[in-house]
């Protein structure tokens, strides 16, 4: 778990690194010029990261489901070299799936309006610009969509159905509170994942929606990565009590400044 844990963690800080420092200089400098290059590179790296995400994910839930439905099994399964498999192939794959959809965006021709609405570089708003024929890169970003983000997310969803089934034929409430807790975490950075990104993608196509559409991309572009540390940590024990101890120092030392004030005044 906390090799897979390590792998989103770099994951989400490349991810991050692609949008916000570009998004900042913006705001502070007021340049919201960018070359075609600069923005089909970033389009690159993001689309790669939110398809490696996904299957790291997927790998994460099988992770999850192994050790919930076959624990006696577990070590035996997941050893080592598989997880190393799983993540190496989730970098993998998500690094090739896009090459073929850029190679598509770069040669289309841009003629016309050149100003993007959005806050960064996104497939559907630049291939909205283009004066040339979308239609293979529709029908390309159509393929891809099905063939490398549909399996991960059937394989996540599948792995969470048979966790809850389990889970249910537990007899001890406890036990059904400890398993749950083990997948709770991961649970809800699936659910905020991809509810984003079905949000955005699939429901908004309408252009009164542009500015909720932009709003919703913030959670799985910001929200996601900022948020994910504090759902894993706070569900880890030791990190709840070391921030507790920290509040309560913290408490303390305002307490001991206030006392000696009075006592000056």
């Not at 919201?32 to 996904?54: A, D």
């Not at 390309?140 to 399996?151: D, R, S």
């Not at 991960?152 to 409430?173: D, E, H, N, Q, V």
């Not at 929200?223 to 101890?245: G, W």
Request: charged share 10%.
């Amino acid at each position: 778990m906390y090799f897979f844990l390590g792998n989103l963690s770099c994951l989400e800080t490349c991810y991050t690194s692609t949008i916000l420092p570009r998004l900042l200089a913006s705001l502070v400098t007021g340049d919201k010029t960018i070359s075609v290059s600069g923005c089909i590179t970033q389009l690159y790296f993001c689309s790669s990261l939110v398809c490696t995400e996904c299957y790291l994910l997927a790998a994460m839930s099988y992770d999850r489901y192994l050790a919930i439905c076959k624990p006696l099994h577990y070590s035996t399964l997941m050893n080592s070299r598989f997880c190393l498999q799983l993540a190496a192939g989730s970098w993998l794959n998500g690094f090739l799936a896009v090459i073929i959809l850029v190679s598509f965006l770069s040669q289309l021709l841009f003629c016309g309006p050149n100003e993007i609405d959005h806050f960064y570089c996104d497939p559907i708003p630049l291939r909205e610009l283009s004066c040339s024929d979308t239609h293979q890169v529709i029908l390309m970003n159509f393929i891809l969509a099905y063939v490398f983000t549909l399996p991960p997310f059937l394989l996540t969803l599948t792995s969470y159905m048979c966790i809850i089934s389990t889970i249910l034929r537990i007899p001890s409430t406890t036990g059904r509170q400890k398993a749950f807790s083990t997948c709770s975490s991961h649970l809800i950075v699936v659910t905020i994942f991809y509810g984003s990104i079905v949000i955005v993608y699939l429901l908004l196509k309408h252009d009164t929606l542009k500015d909720l559409n932009k709003v919703l991309s913030l959670c799985y572009t910001v929200l996601t990565p900022l948020v994910n540390p504090l759902i894993y940590s706070l569900r880890n024990r030791e990190v709840k009590e070391a921030l507790c101890k920290a509040v309560s120092k913290c408490g303390f030392h305002q307490n001991v400044q206030i006392h000696l004030h009075n006592n000056v005044t």
